[in-house]
């Protein structure tokens, strides 16, 4: 059984640094800018989002555990009036733990949560290049309800 809680400061500091390294990868792949001008736009981001980094209202910086260890990290946006649904803005499965049901188990733990807090809907981005995490969120009953679509203009 998988149970979520609240970040460590430790972890917290481990988790985004590794958390803007991995989106940083994604969002060059995806063909949104160099590295360094990913790079400083998620620096921005991250901080309009986290302005008081784990301390942040509105923030739920959660860690997955099983059998007494932590296999995951999820980070939720609680809704507000600009986005009046609660947003995954991570979920990430440790390496070691991947491939045992960790990534399921930590969105069913979110809804849980969510729904223990009176939130009726979630949302989330995922990017084209990873099917796995696509087919998750469909097989979660996650439907599409926008697409973004780019092309490289040599």
Known sequence: MLTLRPLTRSEFDVRIA???ALYAVDEVQAGRGSPTEVEARIER???TLLPDGLATEGQLLLAGEAEG???GFLWIGLP???RPQAWIFEITV???HRRRGHGRALMLAAEAELRARGVTR???NVFGHNPGALRLYESLGFETTSRQM???LP
């Open 150 to 152: 780019s092309k490289a």
């Open 69 to 71: 260890e932590v296999v």
């Open 122 to 124: 979630l949302g989330l």
């Open 45 to 47: 981001q991250f901080a």
């Open 94 to 96: 440790d390496e070691a």
């Open 80 to 82: 507000t009036p600009e």
């Open 18 to 20: 590794a958390l803007k």
